[in-house]
């Protein structure tokens, strides 16, 4: 998904000359490319060479012993890290708890339109509270408002949830299911470009 305002004829990032070294020790040099919009690339390459590593640094998650990064401006960007297992650690949230996570903005904006509308039901017509409800409400209407709930289904459908798992608590999920769990709140989340490090077959 390109940012607002985005040109498509150009790219969502490049890079040049990356190089990481650890100690006296270079595990690569001269990384360099570009993502162009909707583009789908796989960095392939045995143990050790550093995927990772630069998988990071592009993520923006680990500093480059050189070289330059470029996004598009507006890009948001999401990782779903190898170890995403330990992504929900310490958190206590059930599975659709966290999917809301996603959400707390438009969730805000719904119970301030809630208390409004307990206002008006209360007798109060004032109109600079009726106006501040319209405003409100069109803006709550078009990020999405009235159907975040179908938008957080209809993922966890995709990765494979049923609604018996909605209310289990994320420290008893799988590590495959932590995994779709994690890639779930990044779909949701919209990024403009979706890193996935070492994802297993059925993602």
């Known amino acids: 998904r390109a940012p607002t305002g985005y040109n498509r ?14 100690g006296d020790f270079d595990l690569f040099m ?11 690339i ?35 960007l999401g990782y779903l ?7 929900f650690a310490g958190r206590e949230n059930t599975l659709w708890a966290e999917m809301l996570t996603v959400f707390a903005d438009l969730r805000s904006k719904e119970r301030d339109l809630r208390e409004m509308e307990q206002q008006m039901a209360a007798g109060d017509f004032d109109d600079e509270l009726f106006d501040a409800y319209s405003r409100l409400q069109t803006r709550f209407e078009m990020a999405g408002g009235y159907d975040y709930d179908v938008r957080i289904k209809q993922v966890l459908t995709g990765l ?16 495959g299911q932590k995994t779709r769990a994690l ?7 919209r990024p403009g470009m979706l890193i996935l490090d070492e994802p297993t077959n059925h993602l």
Do not use: D, W
Not at 9 to 22: C, D, E, P, V
Not at 183 to 189: D, M, S, V
């Open 183 to 189: 890639l779930a709140r990044l779909l949701l989340e």
């Open 42 to 76: 796989g960095i392939v390459g045995p143990n050790g060479v550093g995927k990772t590593t630069l998988l990071r640094i592009l993520a923006g998650l680990e500093m480059p012993a050189g070289g330059t990064i470029h996004y598009a401006r507006g890009t948001a």
């Open 81 to 87: 890290r190898q170890e995403a297992v330990e992504a």
């Open 30 to 40: 001269g990384a360099g490319g570009s993502v162009p919009y909707g583009g789908k």
């Open 9 to 22: 004829g150009m790219a969502l990032l490049t890079f040049g000359n990356i190089g990481q070294r650890f």
């Open 160 to 175: 494979g949830f049923e609604p018996l798992h909605y209310e289990l608590p994320l420290g008893v999920l799988s590590g």
